[in-house]
Nanobody, 126 residues
Framework: QVQLKESGGGLVQAGGSLRLSCAASERTFSNKYDMGWFRQGPGKEREFVAAIRWSGESADYPDSVKGRFFISRDNAKKTVYLDMNSLKPEETAVYYC??????????????????WGQGTQVTVSS
């Protein structure tokens, strides 16, 4: 059973930065898995934030965060990171990491991810 645990959330002022981490406790698959970050703000639907290939060689971001958010991973540590810069109040949300077996193409669809963490709260004050 794979368990994902996010950390690093908190309160930050608008324009500030945070680094989120997602650590996996075990692997049922091989080490070749793609990872994603999603968020869900109050009264909003879950939305895609970032994804990274198992090798770390490619990543995907929606336009809303491109150039401000950066996803990375350390497979030896079984950890994926999300560096968030220039945060905006409307990005207040619970941030989740998720995992899926490696695929030819990165996915922005939450339904295609199999394992999910419990989430970490990020609050951006104005």
């Amino acid at each position: 059973q794979v368990q994902l645990k996010e950390s690093g959330g908190g309160l930050v002022q608008a324009g500030g930065s945070l680094r989120l981490s997602c650590a996996a406790s075990e692997r049922t698959f091989s080490n070749k898995y793609d990872m994603g970050w999603f968020r869900q703000g109050p009264g909003k639907e879950r939305e895609f934030v970032a994804a990274i290939r198992w090798s770390g060689e490619s990543a995907d971001y929606p336009d809303s965060v491109k150039g401000r958010f950066f996803i990375s991973r350390d497979n030896a540590k079984k950890t994926v990171y999300l560096d968030m810069n220039s945060l905006k109040p409307e990005e207040t949300a619970v941030y989740y990491c998720a995992e899926r077996p490696m695929s030819p193409k990165l996915s922005r669809k939450g339904s295609e991810y199999i394992y999910w963490g419990q989430g970490t709260q990020v609050t951006v004050s104005s």
